[in-house]
């Protein structure tokens, strides 16, 4: 998987402008050593999955409980007592 880079900055007076078509980016492996910003992309990524996992997980928790409730009011509402969640 190649990305492509588009960059509108001029290096220098003498170079010509970059049309981005062909500039490749590489893996990982070419920022693995001395790259501080790959590093912290990769760690806002994580950072941001795991907050994902626990919102995604508090909503189904939520949703669950939530469930649980009307079968408990519904039993109680309709005159049972001592309505037990199977």
Not at 24 to 40: A, L, Q
Request: aromatic share 6%; with cysteine.
């Amino acid at each position: 998987m190649a990305l492509i880079l588009v960059s509108s900055r001029q290096h220098g007076s003498a170079s010509v402008p970059s049309t981005g078509v062909g500039t490749t980016v590489g893996g990982p492996v070419e920022f693995e050593h001395g790259n501080d910003e790959y590093r912290h992309r990769m760690q806002v990524n994580l950072l941001a999955a795991v907050l994902l996992i626990v919102l995604v997980g508090a909503g189904m928790w939520i949703a669950d409980a939530m469930v649980d409730n009307q079968k408990a009011h519904g039993c109680y509402s309709s005159g049972q007592r001592f309505c037990s969640l199977i």
